[in-house]
Structures are given as C-alpha cells and as structure tokens.
C-alpha cells in the first residue's frame, strides 16, 4: 500500500511540471490551426526557445513573428532575463510587449503579459523550453502550456543543473504519454 501511495502521490507532484503537449520547435507549432480555435495571444520565452541563449533575433525568428502578425496574434516576451536583452529582442522582431525579470514560475509575469495584450487564461498559450520556471508558471496560471526542446546545449551552469532534473520528470511525462496513446 505504501508503495502505491508513493507512486500516487509522486505522479501528481510530477504533472504540475507537465506541459499540456510538446513540440520539437517552436517553429514547428501550427499556429494557424490555434488561431482558428480561438487562441489570441501567445507569451513566449526568449532564451533556447527562439534563438540560442543571449543571441539576437534571427531570420527565421523574424519570420515567425511576421507570421503571427498576419495571422492576427498578439504576442508577448517573458523572461527572466535583464531588460536590455528582452527589450532588444522584442525591437528586433518588431514586438510591442515585453516583461523582463519576470521570476517565472512566479504567476505575476504571464498575467501581466495577457493584460498587456488583452487576452485571458481561455485563450493565452505559452511555449518556452524549460519545466521548472516556463511550465510550471505557465500550468500554475492557467494557461496552455506547450514545451520545445532548447535550440542548443550550450547552457548556463544553473540551467545546466535543472536540466538534469527536468530529465527525470521528462522521463516520467514521455512514459505517460505514451500510456494515454
């Protein structure tokens, strides 16, 4: 019984960390398709999410946020980054809304970033790279979380830390998701 209720009790201690799905990219989300079911606006981390951590903008970030223009999103920046990294990078993609510093997990930052640009939880996605600030924040203020995998291995040695972490409950997420297939 005791082992039954660890394996209970540690499954749900894991799923807070999960993300409502996983991509390879964030050039592979199908955005149109969340556009025609409702979604309005997008808060994306910046670092190995977009471009490799700390580089500028490139083409096919550029790109995307073109798209996403046309298609008719509003889109946010949330890192827990300094301003002048975030603010040159949402310049550089021709955003408008920005929130640095943001202490993600902390709920705070993705609130404010719907406020901004005036969505709420019902039709808000998130997608960043990392489960233990990214998602968690993200899945603690309601919002649709979606994971991609970091655009490089080159990483901070905090980051680096977490990641040895985030493996185990990635392990335990990937096996339950192929139990629910």
């Known amino acids: ?13 894991f799923q807070k960390f999960y993300p409502v799905e996983d991509r390879k990219s964030t050039y592979d989300i199908d955005f149109e398709d969340y556009y025609a079911r409702g979604y309005r606006g997008v808060i994306f981390d910046i670092d190995n999410t977009l471009v490799r951590h700390d580089m500028p903008a490139d083409k096919r ?3 995307l946020f073109r798209r996403l223009k046309k298609i008719g999103f509003q889109f946010c920046f949330t890192s827990n980054n300094k301003e002048p990294r975030v603010k040159r990078f949402c310049q550089d993609v021709g955003g408008q809304y920005y929130i640095y510093k943001a202490n993600k997990p902390s709920v705070k930052g993705y609130k404010k970033a719907m406020q901004m640009m005036g969505t709420d939880r019902s039709n808000t996605l998130f997608v960043g790279d990392q489960l233990f600030t990214d998602i968690f924040g993200a899945n603690r203020a309601g919002i649709h979380s979606i994971l991609v995998r970091p655009i490089h291995p080159k990483e901070e040695i905090q ?3 977490k990641r ?5 409950i990635l ?5 339950d998701k192929s139990k629910r297939r």
């Not at 040895?164 to 185990?168: K, L």
């Open 1 to 13: 019984y005791f082992l039954f209720f660890l394996h209970r009790s540690s499954l749900k201690m």
């Open 61 to 63: 970030a550029k790109q």
């Open 159 to 161: 980051i680096v830390i």
């Open 164 to 168: 040895y972490f985030e493996n185990i």
């Open 171 to 175: 392990w335990k997420y990937y096996r």
